[in-house]
């Protein structure tokens, strides 16, 4: 594995920041909203080669509800470019049934098989649910091994207030964990407070989630902060997560436009268009 930060950033990628900016980690959860619209339809190869000809990023949901093999995710990693990065979903069992606890074997799985991904592994998302309040114990061991001899992003989003006080930041800054940016978010009394230097923004919806479309001011706003972000050399993720209703397309293409335009290059106007150690021993530990 090459050698990276905490916020996934190889010697490589460092490199080619050096020589000019990375690419915008946009996307979809998941590149089945592609289907039939254009300009993908028009395109050769698989949903996946498509998308990833558009798009620098995705979040693999699927994850969540069912394991792939080793072998499906090193497929999926040689369909893409180099610079292509998958955003990984912590499956339910763990999240949900277990609640973080207990739960090494299928840890050990599961990253036994993301491992397929190799370096265009971005980021592990780990989604806890509503009914989830913060245990300090269980999540520092939890997350203390989650991050041991991994150096790619972890997004965490929390929905029981107990996980946004100061007692949650710390720990969560302590094992480099970044607390996801939620629209709308829930749990969350106040205003965000960053975690990590980087940013992972999941756009569910709203005001109905997984089906309301963003407005263009909403759109723009996103896009201007980003552009600024982007400046600090941090690394940025912006999942759609509103495809129900095929909004998350448009909107993820629509930003991607925005961005090239603030940094300088030509939008593409798709917008417009129609419709190291091995897992394995951490977690016996």
Partial sequence: MPDKSFHGETDVERSQRADGPRPDLVGCAGWSPISGALPFSEMQGSQLERYASVFHAVEINSSFYRPHRRTTYARWA???????????????????????????????????????????????????????????????????????????????????????????????????ITRVVADPPQGQCGPHVPTTPAMYIRLHGSPRMYYSSYSDDYLAHLADALSIHRREHTQDWTIFDNTASGAALANALAVLDMLKQRNGGEAECYARAPSPASPMAKWSQ
């Fill in 78 to 176: 040689a369909s893409v470019p180099q610079h292509f990065r998958f955003s990984v979903k912590l499956p339910r069992a763990v999240s949900h049934a277990l609640r973080l606890a207990n739960a090494d074997a299928l840890m050990a799985q599961f990253e036994d098989e993301i491992g397929g991904l190799e370096d265009k592994l971005g980021c592990i998302l780990v989604q806890l649910p509503p009914s989830l309040p913060l245990d300090l114990n269980v999540a520092d061991i939890f997350f203390k091994k989650l991050r041991a001899n991994q150096a790619y992003m972890i997004a965490f989003e929390a929905r029981h207030a107990s996980w946004f006080g100061p007692d949650a930041s710390a720990m969560l800054n302590a094992h480099g």
